[in-house]
């Protein structure tokens, strides 16, 4: 089955950047959707953006992010990217990408539907003050 693999987090300091990866293993017709999620310890899972991977390619951004992260995807490569900018101690989480179809539950965060199929294993980012 289709494995998610997330890469790039570290530990950075506050202001500063860095670019998260997420390789698909293959192409998966109903994977037209793939989402960041991050969650800190003692905190709920947080939706952070996300991205139709259809021809015409649309993001969602929650307001927490919005003007600082940037996702986007190579489709030649099936990897999405999460550059994340202007980071902040508030930032720092495991940080999972995940695949799914548009249909299924709510996200208020992303202001979309998903069913998830697919969950990375996380990748952690820390931001230092």
């Known amino acids: 089955h289709v494995k998610l693999v997330e890469s790039g987090g570290g530990s950075v300091q506050a202001g500063g950047s860095l670019t998260l990866s997420c390789q698909q293993s293959?192409?998966?017709?109903?994977?037209?959707?793939t989402a960041w999620f991050r969650q800190a310890p003692g905190h709920e899972r947080e939706g952070v953006a996300a991205?139709?991977?259809?021809?015409?390619?649309?993001?969602y951004y929650s307001d927490s992010v919005k003007g600082r992260f940037t996702i986007s995807q190579d489709k030649t490569t099936n990897t999405v990217y999460l550059r994340m900018e202007g980071l902040s101690p508030e930032d720092t989480a495991m940080y999972y990408c995940?695949?799914?179809?548009?249909?299924?539950?709510?996200?208020?965060?992303?202001?979309?539907?998903?069913?998830?199929?697919?969950w990375g294993q996380g990748t952690q980012v820390t931001v230092s003050s």
């Open positions: 995940a695949s799914g179809d548009g249909n299924g539950q709510w996200y208020p965060d992303l202001k979309i539907h998903l069913t998830i199929l697919f």
């Open positions: 293959e192409y998966d017709v109903r994977l037209m959707y």
């Open positions: 991205i139709y991977r259809g021809q015409a390619t649309k993001t």
